[in-house]
C-alpha cells in the first residue's frame, strides 16, 4: 500500500497540500495554519461540505415528511386498527388479517422515511467526524480522498434506498424478500463500512508509528466565541436531553407500557361484545399514547443529535468566511433552532398542530444555519483556491 | 493529544465497537424472532377474539406487552452504548478546548467513560431481571456520573481559560 509521509515544507514558510499539489500559499486575510489544514478537495474538505449538505439534506426531508406524511399515516393507522376491531365485532378472521396487513405496509411507509431522515443525518455527523480525525488518518492523500468519496456516495445512495424500500418492493427481483431497493440500501451500507474500514486502518497506521505527530495539518487552535458557544451550547444540549431522557424512562416508561396493554385489553373486550363506541374510544386512546411516546422520543433524540451537531460544527467555525457578526448569527439561530424544535415537539400533545408549525419552524432555522455556515465555507474555499490576488 | 482526550476517543471507539457488536448478535439471533412475537401476538389476540376465545386473546396481549417490554430495553442498551461513544469521541476531539486543568479534564473523561458503560448496562439489567431495585439503581448511578461529566464540561468549554 501507499505509505504516507509528513507533509514537506516548501522554501519561504509557504504551505503545499498533502495532495502533492504546487505550493499554496493563503489568501490574504486567511491565516496560512488554517488554509494547510483545508488543501483543494482533499479528503477533509470533501467531507465537510458533503457532510454539512447531508445534515441540511436529512434534516429537509424530516421537515417535509413531519408536515406532508407523519400525522396522516398515524390517522390512517389508527382506521386499520379500527377496521381490525370492527372484524373482531363481526367475528372475522379474516378481516382482522387484512387490517394487520395495512397496518403493517402504513407501518412500514412510514418507519422507511424516518429510517431515511435518520440515516441521512447521521451520515453527515460521521464525514463531519471523519473530517476531524483527518489529520491522524495515516494513507495517501488520495487514497483519503477516495475514501471520502466513498463515504459520501454510500451516504447519500444508502437513504435514497431506503426511502424507496415501500415504493418499490418485490418488483422485478430475483429474490423472495428483498427488493431492488434493499439491494440499493445494503450496497451503499457496504460502501460505508469499507469507507470506515478504511478510515480505522488509516488510524491504526498512525498510532502504531509514533514517527511525527499529525499526518497533515491539525485543526486550527481557536477560542472564538463562535467555537465556544457551539461547544458549551451543544455540550448543554446534550445534557438537557439526557436529563429529558432520565425523566422520561424515571416516570413515564412503565406507565406508558402499562397504559399499552391495558387498552389493547379494553379495545379487544369492546370490540368482542359488539360495543364500537367503546372500541372506537380504545383506538384513539391508542393513537394518543403512541403520540405520546413519539414526541418524547422524537425531542429526546433531536436534541442531543442537534448537541452533536453544534460540537462538530464548532470545529468547522474557521473555515466559515464570513464577517464575524454573521458567523454569531449563524451560531445563535442554530442554537436557537436546536431548542425550539424538540421543545415543541414536546408541546404538540397540548398545543396540537400550532406547536407542530413552530417546531417546524425550528428546523427551517437550523437548515437555514447550516446553510449559511456551508456558504460561508464555500467562499472560504473559492478564496482559498483562488489564490492571493483574488479579491473577496 | 491529551490523555483525556485519548482516553474518550480510544474507550469510545472501544465502546461503540463493543455496542455495535452487541447489536449485531442481537439482530442476528434475537431480533427478528421477537419482532415476528410481538407481531404474531397481537395478531393471535386479534384473531382470537374474532373467534370468540378471550382467554387465548388476553393471554396473547400480555405475551405481547412481556415481549415489548423486552425488546425496547435491549434497542436502548444497544443503541445508548453506541450514542454515548459517539458522543465521547467526539468531546474527546474537543477535550483540548475544556478550560479546566489537565488532572480535573482527566476525570471527567474517565467518568464519562465510566457512565457510558455503566448506565446502559443498568438498562441491560432491568432486562434480564424484571423490576430488580439494585438493576434500576444501577441506571441511575450510570445516568447521574454522565449527568456531572456532561455539566462540567459544559462548564470547561464556557469558560475563557483555564
Redesign the interface.
Known sequence: MAVWEPPPIPPGGGQRGPAGGGVRIAPKDTPANVAATFPAMGARRLLVFGGIALIAGGMLFGDIFAVFVLHQNGGQTGEALLAASRAVAAQNPSGVKDAFGQIGSLLEDRGTKIDAHVHMTDAGYLALLLALVQPYVALSAERKKFLAKLFLTGGTLLPVGIFLIHYVGLAYSPFSVIGWASVLADSAGALLIIALIGQMWGLWNHFRSMRVGAVEAELPEDRSWERRALLSGGTLLVLIGFLHGAWYAGTMLYEHEARETGILETMLNSASANDMTAAGRSVADYGALQAEKAVNIAAHSHIIEFGLLAILLSFVQPYVFLGAEWKRRWVTLLLAGSVILPAFVLLELRMGLVAGGIADIGGLMVIAALIGMLVGVLRYSGRLDAGPGATA | MSAASKLLIFGGIALAAFGMLYGLHYALFVEHQTLDGM?GS??T???G????H?PE??GA??A??AT??DY?RQVDVHSHWI?LA??M???G??MD?V?LRDRFRFWIALSLLLGSVVFPLGVLLQSESQGAAWAAAT?VVG?VI??IA??A???G??R??G
Open positions: 407481531g397481537l395478531m389476540a386479534f384473531t377474539a374474532a373467534r370468540g378471550m386473546a388476553h396481549i400480555a405481547y406487552g415489548r417490554y425496547v450514542g459517539m458522543l469521541i467526539v468531546l476531539v474537543a478546548h478550560a441506571t445516568a454522565v449527568t456532561l455539566a464540561m459544559v462548564v468549554f464556557a475563557q481559560s
